[in-house]
């Protein structure tokens, strides 16, 4: 059976001020955020649903949204036969006493239910706007009209140590979800929603011991079902408040799903799933020519090396690097400037807007663009557009956890930060 996706609408969700991936957010919509060299963490969900044949697409948000609106602008163009859009729903207010800021995901989603009257629209397709994964949402589709449900939500399986960090399903034998615990703290808790793996593996998916399915926070709902719970609940989110409640009055059918997945939530998931990707064998692949991520189109100059040394590294287009430089499980933005001697280690380096020619007259007191010579970046992120000097040594020896609120060098997670625009002078040692 084909599944075809022609009557079906996706809503990404943006989400709210992200507040966990702080200081990376402080003048971005979190969707915005560059992921892996040369992505942006909106490309994932767009991918995913162009890949699976569904190309009208609504992005909610409403915090700092002008990046995100250029970069859906300048990448995502249909032909005038598709009938395809890629576009931003910002918050806004109108005459309408309704519509006023989201106030959680399913609140998002109601203050746009204008935008969703269109009578060929039948199914909703509910994404985040921050997880990396892949999936074609055909499969998924087809597990919703097949089991004649009202709505679809997709699960993994976890153990029950992860299990205290998600929200967590229980399931009948037919797939149906009869309940759920968000984020199960006590093995009271767990005993109430726990699985049997042996179910899960009769299902085509390994278990391998795990004995919980997650929520994904992807959903397919009936849109005459979805409007109607909109409109009769006072919920403003759907994790916490909407699909629980659906769970008594509607029928809501699990999809099973055990590829890569990754919420991206907070600075330490953002630090690791990059760095995942720079291996030899990473967790998700890139290089998928049947499923390709997309991205802007960009017309930059190949990088160029010197005397370097690279060990399970991404190293994107229009880069600079100098001699002597050596550069281990990193990721190495768009037109990143790396100048003589330079060391980096367990990084990611986001890279620059735009490409600073060398002749280039700079004010007073402010440093080239890029990496100086002699420096050595450990086990940080260094936001767009830095100008780190000449010998400067960010390597957080000290073992800070969280430091920083307004200066260009913050620590969060372990993690040293060093914001967009963000100059440390040379010989600076932390």
């Known amino acids: 059976m084909v599944m075809d996706l022609k009557n079906t609408i996706a809503l990404i969700l943006g989400g709210g001020r992200g507040t966990r991936l702080f200081p990376l957010t402080k003048i971005r919509a979190k969707p915005a955020v560059p992921l892996a060299a040369k992505y942006r963490l909106i490309d994932i969900p767009i991918s995913n649903c162009i890949n699976s044949g569904l190309n009208r697409v609504y992005v909610l948000t409403q ?33 309408d006493e309704s519509t006023d800021w989201y106030q959680g995901t399913a609140d998002a989603v109601r203050k746009n ?22 999936m074609d949402f055909r499969d998924m589709l087809r597990t919703h009209i097949e089991s004649g449900a009202d709505a679809t939500i997709a699960g993994i399986p976890v153990s029950r140590d992860d299990a205290s960090s998600l929200g967590i399903m229980q399931v009948n034998d037919t797939g149906r979800v009869t309940g759920f615990v968000e984020k199960p703290q006590t093995e009271e808790e767990l005993a109430t929603v726990r699985m049997d793996p042996a179910w899960i593996d009769a299902r085509g ?35 916490k408040g909407i699909f629980p409640q659906s769970l008594q009055s509607h029928k809501v059918q699990v999809h099973l799903f055990d590829g890569y997945w990754e919420d991206i939530g ?5 630090y690791e799933a990059n760095l995942s990707l720079a291996g030899k064998a990473p967790p998700f692949e890139l290089r998928d020519p049947k499923a390709p991520i997309y991205s802007r189109p960009r017309f930059l100059p190949p990088t160029i090396m010197g005397n370097t040394h690279i060990e399970s590294s991404l190293i994107a287009d229009g880069c600079r690097i100098g001699d002597n430089v050596t550069i281990k499980n990193s990721v190495i933005g768009l037109r990143t400037v790396i100048g003589d001697n330079v060391t980096i280690k367990d990084s990611v380096v986001m890279g620059a807007d735009d490409i600073e020619c060398e002749r280039t007259e700079l004010p007073a007191g402010v440093l080239p663009m890029g990496i100086g010579s002699g420096s050595v970046i450990e086990g940080t992120i260094l936001d767009k557009n830095c100008r780190i000097g000449e010998n400067v040594k960010i390597t957080n020896q000290a073992g800070v956890e969280n430091q920083g609120e307004d200066e260009p060098l913050q620590i969060r997670d372990g993690i040293s930060i060093v914001i967009k625009e963000g100059q440390i002078e040379s010989g600076h040692q932390s």
Request: aromatic share 12%; proline share 1%.
């Open 266 to 270: 907070t600075i330490r998931a953002f």
């Open 205 to 239: 998916v390994e278990s391998h011991g795990r004995d919980c399915l997650a929520s994904m926070g992807l959903y397919i709902f009936n849109k005459s079902v979805m409007v109607d719970l909109l409109n009769k609940s006072p919920h403003e989110d759907f994790g």
């Open 63 to 95: 915090f700092l949204s002008e990046s995100l609106h250029r970069h859906l602008r300048q990448t995502y163009h249909f032909d005038h036969f598709s009938g395809g859009f890629v576009e931003l729903l910002a918050a806004q207010q109108t005459v």
């Open 113 to 134: 239910l204008v935008h969703l009257e269109e009578d060929w629209i039948e199914h909703v397709l509910i994404l985040s706007g921050d997880q990396l994964y892949r």
